[in-house]
């Protein structure tokens, strides 16, 4: 069975609504952030809520509902924290995860960087490859859900292939074609 990763910043919104529908599909599928912390909005752009990875989703739901704010609602931040928790429990960092996956999606570029610099300071020792593709969605809900979409499209390709080292060229190429989202690929090792 194909293992796959999903990573965005901060494992709340795009990579956890991709890990949703990859899940509910039957895919192996884990997922993750870069982030040095969860970022979330506050109540001011200056003051964001900041937690720590390994914060369960519950209990960022519990601290935002106590705050008594009716615009996390309205953003969509009190319904993404009711998914996440049926998804997994708490955040968590890909710098932190030492488990292989064949495919890592990560959804913006300064995500992808990061993970391939992290992969390339892990040293390729174990000679194993992982495919890192990178779907560029913006962070909202709209577009998280339209990525998600991208994502399992990507999946369905990759677990059809026969030969993934010979055919990921033309997944790539053939979803590139009928999405939005800008696509980047690159071959990376454990």
Do not use: W
């Not at 997994?88 to 391939?116: L, M, S, T």
């Not at 593709?133 to 499209?153: F, P, Q, S, W, Y």
């Amino acid at each position: 069975m194909v293992r796959f990763a999903v990573i965005c910043a901060s494992n709340m919104n795009r990579s956890m609504e991709a890990h949703y529908q990859l899940q509910k599909n039957g895919y192996n599928i884990r997922s993750f952030g870069t982030g040095s912390a969860v970022r979330l909005p506050g109540r001011t752009a200056d003051k964001p809520n900041v937690y720590k990875f390994g914060t369960p989703y519950k209990r960022i739901l519990d601290d935002l509902l106590s705050q008594n704010f009716p615009q996390y609602t309205k953003i969509g931040l009190i319904d993404m924290l009711r998914r996440n928790k049926t998804v997994k429990e708490a955040p968590q960092r890909f710098h932190e995860e030492y488990n292989d996956f064949d495919i890592i999606f990560c959804c913006e570029e300064r995500v992808f960087d990061a993970v391939c610099e992290e992969l390339l300071q892990r040293a390729g020792m174990r000679s194993k490859p992982v495919h890192v593709i990178n779907i560029e969605i913006e962070d909202n809900h709209r577009e998280a859900l339209e990525g998600g979409k991208t994502v399992l499209e990507l999946a369905r390709l990759i677990v059809e292939s026969k030969d993934l080292e010979q055919d990921m060229d033309g997944i790539i190429e053939t979803v590139q074609k009928q999405v939005p989202h800008k696509l980047l690929y690159m071959l990376a090792y454990y």
